[in-house]
């Protein structure tokens, strides 16, 4: 069956400082035997009724263009065109909204509320519920950090009138900002629903940015057995029949917090763990046959 390794046109804000993980991935594949191209998700001239499955790696830029995003994923379903991760879920973890179901589970993460396009923000009201000397904002469609900010009584007047502004655009998710963050955000890796492996991503002195582009540092990380245990929580139960799921958080009073379920497009530190590689491969054979 011939088989889609979906990814981006690259850009450079996307790809300095890490390893080209896409080409790799690809190169390991073809070395396997699989039929398996690399295609680009918004190429117009890509032709998707050669494909039987798509496997969703990394268009890292969806959430530019999340519009077309959505048309493309249409087109794809209605090809009939088996979707790595599934359709129903790449559509719910789009969005961050999708938080609030994981909330409703009882699983625990950092505390999130919502602001919906078209309101306007009242910043005040999210320090005092959050108890918190400092908020963390970003929009429910995104990644990379983009239009993210951090607030705090003294920029808190700037940033209210840049938040309304965004608001006109799109929705945003409201977070306090959890001072763990410094001392590193930690990614557990699932391929088919098993543990694979484990990253800490250490933002540079004076940031907050984890992402490798914003100056973050990775390194693998020996997860205890007990985080590993509640990491895959997350995906037993929201990342049902996933070739792959990134779950972000961190150690906060000795328990794992959910920040993020990733499961569209996360890299997934293949380079950091000498079997992830093999284990990707595997998990996508269980699901293919």
Same mark, same amino acid.
Not at 86 to 90: D, G, N, R
Not at 214 to 223: F, L, P, Q, S, V
């Given at each position: 069956?011939k088989?889609a390794?979906?990814?981006y046109?690259?850009?450079e804000?996307y790809?300095?400082g890490a390893?080209d993980e896409?080409?790799a991935?690809l190169?390991?594949?073809l070395?396997?035997?699989l039929?398996?191209?690399?295609?680009?998700?918004?190429?117009p001239?890509a032709?998707?009724?050669?494909?039987?499955?798509?496997v969703?790696k990394?268009p890292?830029?969806?959430h530019e263009q999340?519009?077309?995003?959505n048309?493309?994923?249409?087109?794809?379903e209605t090809l009939?065109?088996?979707l790595?991760n599934?359709?129903?879920?790449?559509r719910?973890?789009s969005?961050?909204?999708?938080?609030?179901e994981?909330?409703?589970?009882?699983l625990?993460?950092?505390?999130?509320l919502?602001?919906e396009k078209?309101s306007?923000?009242?910043?005040?009201?999210?320090f005092?519920?959050?108890?918190?000397?400092?908020?963390i904002?970003?929009?429910c469609?995104?990644?990379?950090?983009k239009?993210?900010?951090?607030?705090?009584?003294g920029?808190?007047?700037?940033?209210?009138?840049?938040l309304n502004?965004?608001?006109n655009e799109?929705s945003?998710?409201v977070?306090p900002?959890?001072n763990?963050?410094?001392a590193?955000?930690l990614?557990?890796? *699932?391929?088919? @629903?098993?543990?694979s492996?484990a =990253?800490?991503?250490?933002?540079?002195? &004076?940031d +907050?940015?984890v992402?490798?582009f914003?100056?973050?540092?990775?390194?693998?990380?020996?997860?205890a057995p007990?985080?590993?245990?509640a990491?895959k929580?997350?995906t037993?139960? *929201?990342a049902? @029949?996933?070739?792959?799921a990134? =779950?972000d958080?961190l150690?906060?009073? &000795?328990s +794992?917090k959910?920040?993020?379920?990733?499961l569209?497009e996360?890299?997934l530190?293949l380079?950091t763990?000498?079997?992830a590689?093999?284990?990707?491969y595997e998990?996508?054979?269980?699901?293919m046959?």
């Open positions: 069956m088989i390794l979906v990814c046109k690259k850009q804000k790809s300095t390893p896409d080409q991935l190169q390991f594949l070395n396997k035997g039929d398996i191209d690399h295609v680009i998700w918004n190429d001239l032709d998707w009724t050669k494909y039987g499955i798509a969703l990394s890292w830029d969806y999340f519009g077309a995003f048309v493309w994923l249409d087109k794809l009939k065109i088996r790595l599934p359709y129903a879920i790449i719910q973890n969005d961050k909204h999708y938080l609030q994981i909330a409703a589970s009882g625990k993460l950092i505390p999130s919502f602001l078209n306007k923000a009242e910043l005040n009201y999210f005092k519920t959050f108890n918190t000397p400092a908020l904002i970003k929009p469609v995104s990644a990379s950090a239009n993210t900010l951090v607030v705090n009584p920029n808190v007047s700037e940033r209210q009138l840049q502004a965004f608001l799109e945003f998710m977070q900002f959890v763990e963050i410094v590193g955000e990614s557990f890796i *699932f391929f088919g @629903g098993e543990y492996h =990253v800490i991503k250490l933002p540079k002195t &004076g +907050f940015r992402q490798h914003h100056g973050g540092t990775i390194k693998k990380y020996e997860a007990e985080h590993i245990v990491a929580k997350y037993d139960q *929201f049902a @029949g996933c070739l792959y990134r =779950v958080g150690i906060i009073e &000795g +794992f959910l920040m993020e379920l990733e569209i996360p890299y530190f380079n763990d000498n079997g590689y093999e284990r990707y998990a996508l054979l269980r699901l046959y």
